[in-house]
């Protein structure tokens, strides 16, 4: 199993717009990607790891397949579709990184 995460800095005065990325978005990226996407989730950044230290990233998400062949395969037919969309939710540049789950 691998994790896909796409992570969004928190920036001052960058826009994210966490409704349409959790309610839009992010089901359309599933919806897209179908059965080589087995899960995700979105997680909206609340505080950093210190007390009173901002989130360091503002929203990320976490695509679970079964390999990196799964996650392109489902993802790359709809790759310029799915990013063309980032416009609609953010002016943020997401951090991308894919990771192998070795516990979950």
């Known amino acids: 199993m691998i994790k896909v995460s796409v992570m969004y800095p928190n920036v ?16 359309m990226v599933k919806a897209k990607m179908g059965d080589s996407c087995k899960s995700y989730t979105v997680d909206k950044g609340i505080a ?10 503002v929203a990320m998400c976490h695509l679970f397949c079964d390999s990196v062949d799964a996650f392109q395969a489902g993802f790359g037919p709809h790759v310029k579709e799915i990013m ?18 070795v516990v979950g």
């Open 48 to 57: 950093g790891g210190i007390p009173g230290a901002p989130a360091t990233y």
């Open 84 to 101: 063309a969309d980032i416009k609609n939710y953010t002016d943020l540049a997401p951090v991308i990184q894919i990771s192998d789950v």
């Open 12 to 27: 001052p005065g960058a826009r994210f717009d966490h409704a349409y990325y959790a309610e839009k978005h992010m089901p």
